[in-house]
């Protein structure tokens, strides 16, 4: 690579390996120049996706919980996460709960202090939304979601997606 620049290297065109290496400016280095020094770093370093990640789901009450197409991938210290969930009320039950275990590598480094700790967006693909159904941090600090779905109707089957974020540092 000696003598090219940037722009003239050709593109990836494809998701980076973890151990691929990605050129950076590290800002706060400025031993090379004031505006920072270039540095190397492995890909795996600073972004993971784990496209294989299967929940535990614990805790049901009040129906079954099934969740598909669960993603989650970290940036620095931001995860985001999405998953298609679907929650069957149990007979004659219009509320239930269940928690979902966090992998090892995106849990917080921390135990989280209160629900507000995870921002979640719901949409609900099944009908029309007359309860609720949200997803918060667990507020027992055990790294978990705690999801909570409420229907007019019994029997219900409530079928969303979801899409989240939150920070593990």
Same mark, same amino acid.
């Given at each position: 690579? #000696?003598?090219?620049?940037?722009? %003239?290297?050709?593109?990836?065109?494809?998701?980076?390996?973890?151990?691929?290496?990605? @050129?950076?400016?590290?800002?706060?280095?400025?031993?090379?120049?004031?505006?920072?020094?270039?540095?190397?770093?492995?890909?795996?370093?600073?972004?993971?996706?784990?496209?294989?990640?299967?929940?535990?789901?614990?805790?049901?009450?009040?129906?079954?919980?099934?969740?598909?197409?669960?993603?989650?991938?970290?940036?620095?210290?931001?995860?985001?996460?999405?998953?298609?969930? *679907?929650?069957?009320? %149990?007979? #004659?039950?219009?509320?239930?709960?269940?928690? =979902?275990?966090?992998?090892?590598?995106? &849990?917080?480094?921390?135990?989280?202090?209160? &629900?507000?700790?995870?921002?979640? +967006?719901?949409? *609900?693909?099944?009908?029309?939304?007359?309860?609720?159904?949200?997803?918060?941090?667990?507020?027992?600090?055990?790294?978990?979601?705690? =999801? &909570? +779905?409420?229907?007019?109707? #019994?029997?219900?089957?409530?079928?969303?997606?979801?899409?989240?974020? @939150?920070? =593990?540092?």
């Amino acid at each position: 690579m #000696a003598g090219r620049k940037l722009p %003239a290297l050709p593109s990836l065109n494809q998701f980076p390996a973890s151990d691929d290496i990605v @050129y950076l400016v590290d800002v706060s280095d400025t031993s090379e120049s004031p505006d920072g020094t270039s540095k190397q770093n492995e890909f795996g370093k600073i972004a993971q996706v784990d496209k294989t990640f299967a929940p535990t789901v614990t805790d049901e009450v009040g129906g079954t919980f099934t969740v598909t197409n669960f993603l989650i991938d970290k940036v620095g210290d931001i995860v985001t996460f999405s998953f298609v969930g *679907r929650f069957d009320l %149990a007979a #004659a039950t219009t509320f239930g709960t269940c928690n =979902i275990d966090l992998p090892t590598a995106f &849990q917080p480094t921390s135990n989280w202090a209160a &629900q507000t700790d995870v921002n979640v +967006v719901l949409h *609900r693909t099944n009908g029309i939304f007359t309860g609720e159904c949200v997803i918060v941090a667990d507020d027992s600090g055990t790294k978990i979601l705690a =999801i &909570q +779905v409420d229907s007019t109707t #019994a029997e219900d089957s409530i079928r969303f997606t979801a899409v989240g974020r @939150y920070k =593990i540092a």
